[in-house]
């Protein structure tokens, strides 16, 4: 087997993969797609000292007046739009700030270090907001996604070895 890591949008046919990893809503219509990984829920973070002479915000809009860590991923073209919703309400905010990384660890070093805001993977945050060395806010802005599914498509013939990984990777639920 052979592992590829790259962030971009790759169509896997075109490439001669076998299958993707791709996040729920990302994978195509006429895929199929194989749940490997529970929900997922992001989570706006920053340092104690970061907030030390700024105030919380309360509303994903507020992110306007704060620095916030930017992340630019090959999927988007530019620096990634963070995305709320509440109560089936919506929203899409750019926001500024003086870094831009393609990694998580950059984002999550520099927001422990008081840097600016951050927007992470929850399960990435939780042992830095457990441990004080994060605050999190607009909690209730960020609802849970549909995380990481194995796709492939349709018509493919599966060989022995492709149909283990299938079944090893499948998620067993929590």
Not at 44 to 64: E, I
Not at 141 to 166: E, K, T
Request: overall charge negative; charged content about 25%; glycine content about 8%.
């Amino acid at each position: 087997m052979e592992v590829i890591v790259d962030y971009g949008l790759v169509d896997i046919v075109a490439e001669g993969f076998d299958a993707g990893v791709r996040l729920g809503e990302q994978v195509a219509k006429d895929m199929i797609a194989l749940r490997i990984g529970p929900d997922m829920r992001m989570a706006v973070v920053g340092s104690p000292a970061y907030f030390d002479n700024r105030p919380m915000p309360r509303t994903p809009q507020d992110l306007t007046e704060h620095n916030c860590i930017n992340m630019r991923m090959p999927t988007y073209g530019g620096l990634y739009v963070w995305e709320f919703e509440k109560d089936g309400r919506e929203l899409r905010v750019r926001v500024d700030g003086q870094l831009v990384f393609n990694t998580l660890r950059q984002r999550l070093d520099s927001a422990r270090q008081g840097l600016g805001l951050a927007y992470l993977p929850e399960d990435v945050a939780t042992p830095c907001i457990r441990s004080a060395e994060l605050v999190r806010v607009l909690e209730d802005w960020c609802a849970p996604f549909s995380g990481y599914h194995l796709y492939y498509p349709s018509r493919r013939h599966s060989s022995p070895a492709f149909s283990l990984m299938v079944e090893t990777l499948r998620y067993k639920g929590a």
